[in-house]
Each structure stands twice: as C-alpha cells, then as structure tokens.
C-alpha cells in the first residue's frame, strides 16, 4: 500500500492551497479506509489536523484549523484532499496523509502513512 501526499509549498499568509493524497497497491480497496491529514513540526509530536469515514459521512477537524480547512475523499480517484485556506505562519509543517480501518483523530490509529509534504507559511 502506497500513499503519496502532494500539493505542499510555499506561500504567504492568507493564501490558500490544496493538499492531495493517492492511494494505491493491488490489496488496497479505498472505501474500505477512513483517510485523515496529521501534521508535524521539528521538535513536536505528530498533531491531528483533519479526518473523514470511509464513506465520507463524518468529518473531524482540530480546534486550530476549524472553519479554514476543508477534508474531502474522491473514491473514483482513490484520492483524498485537504483544502486549506486563511493560512497562517503556524500552519507551517509537513503534513502527512494517513489510512485507517477504523475512524479516528489519532495517529496510533492509522495503519498506512504516506511520506508528507512540506507546508511554508511565510512572508
């Protein structure tokens, strides 16, 4: 099972951006996976950003990114995407896409990790 985040770079405050992250492999059947977005700074522990069920019905997000982020899944594209907007200086990290079984806000719950993208917030 492979997972590839794309989409990171750099941008101003303000600005908006879209994330996106494909699942791929032979044993891997996307509906059957609640997806989720993490992300990470130097120095800290991986932090919850956004998650949505398998079937696209609930969606969670972290207090910090409420109202400005937007999760999303494509199952023709096996394809999930997070779209954020009002960015800030503190959005800056590497964001990671990650695969579950089972719905949840935490990363110990997730199975399948693609390798992250780099997020820079900065004017």
């Known amino acids: 099972v492979q997972l590839q985040a794309s989409g990171g770079g750099l941008v101003q405050p303000g600005s908006s951006l879209t994330l996106s992250c494909t699942a791929s492999g032979g044993d891997f059947t996307f509906t059957d996976y609640s997806m989720g977005w993490f992300r990470q700074v130097p120095g800290k522990e991986r932090e919850f950003v956004a998650a949505?069920?398998?079937?696209?019905?609930?969606?969670h997000y972290s207090d910090s990114v409420k109202g400005r982020f937007t999760i999303s899944r494509d199952d023709r594209k096996n394809t999930m995407y997070l779209q954020m907007s009002s960015l800030k200086p503190d959005d800056t990290a590497v964001y990671y896409c990650?695969?579950?079984?089972?719905?949840?806000?935490?990363?110990?719950?997730?199975?399948?990790w693609g390798q992250g993208t780099e997020v820079t917030v900065s004017s």
């Open positions: 949505i069920q398998w079937n696209g019905y609930m969606t």
């Open positions: 990650a695969a579950s079984r089972v719905y949840g806000l935490t990363a110990a719950q997730y199975e399948y």
